[in-house]
């Protein structure tokens, strides 16, 4: 991979967990392969000023996510999408997800055999519905715009970014030192979700 190369799975991977009583059944939705990173969409994202640190590749792994939660919110209400809330499990969820990403060497969403949900279920978010979008670049090469911009390029990814069925949003970063053909990479994970909300 180039110095300043990007990749994404374009597997916006969903899931969605019907109940009556018990767990009846799961949709899985892959959209496989990996593709490098995209020119930005037609529709461009919003300035600076709109979402800060959007385009500051230097800036702090909190300041870029903070980043990408508005660029998500914004593209999603450009689209008539309710704006995502964030919870901290789920950046924890996506936070867990990336460090196993790394720990196993695979830019996957079941990473050393994993389940895709691992990562939700160890933080005891119970989902009706669950999304993934998964990011590698060179540290320090890319923005939030960036790495947004990616997704929205990609079918599966953007279709995550603007499902209707979700209410949550987390997102984090995480360093891989010399895994990924690189001395420094850097993994997004976005975690997408809605509540399972028990009938009574």
């Known amino acids: 991979m180039a110095s300043s190369g990007a990749r994404s799975i374009d597997r916006g991977f969903a899931l969605r967990a019907a109940l009556s009583v018990s767990l009846l059944g799961a949709l899985f939705a892959l959209f496989l392969g990996v593709r490098a990173a995209e020119a930005a969409p037609s529709t461009p994202l919003p300035s600076v000023a709109a979402c800060p640190g959007a385009d500051d590749r230097a800036a702090s ?11 998500v ?19 924890k969820a996506a936070a ?9 060497g695979q830019l996957s969403h079941t990473p050393c055999g ?3 949900t691992e990562a939700i279920r160890q933080v005891g978010y119970r989902y009706a519905w669950f999304g993934e979008n998964l990011w590698l670049g060179t540290w320090g090469h890319f923005s939030a715009r960036q790495v947004v911009d990616s997704w929205l390029n990609a079918p599966g990814h953007r279709a995550n970014i603007l499902r209707t069925g979700f209410e949550h949003f987390g997102v984090a970063r995480v360093r891989a030192n010399g895994v990924f053909g690189e001395p420094s990479t850097a993994i997004w994970v976005a975690t997408f979700a809605s509540p399972l909300h028990s009938s009574t």
């Open 73 to 91: 919110n914004v593209a999603r209400s450009r689209a008539s999408k309710a704006r995502l809330a964030t919870p901290p499990k789920l950046r």
């Open 61 to 71: 792994e909190a300041a870029q996510r903070a980043a990408i939660v508005c660029l």
């Open 114 to 116: 994993a389940a895709p």
């Open 96 to 104: 867990l997800k990336g460090h196993v990403v790394v720990s196993c």
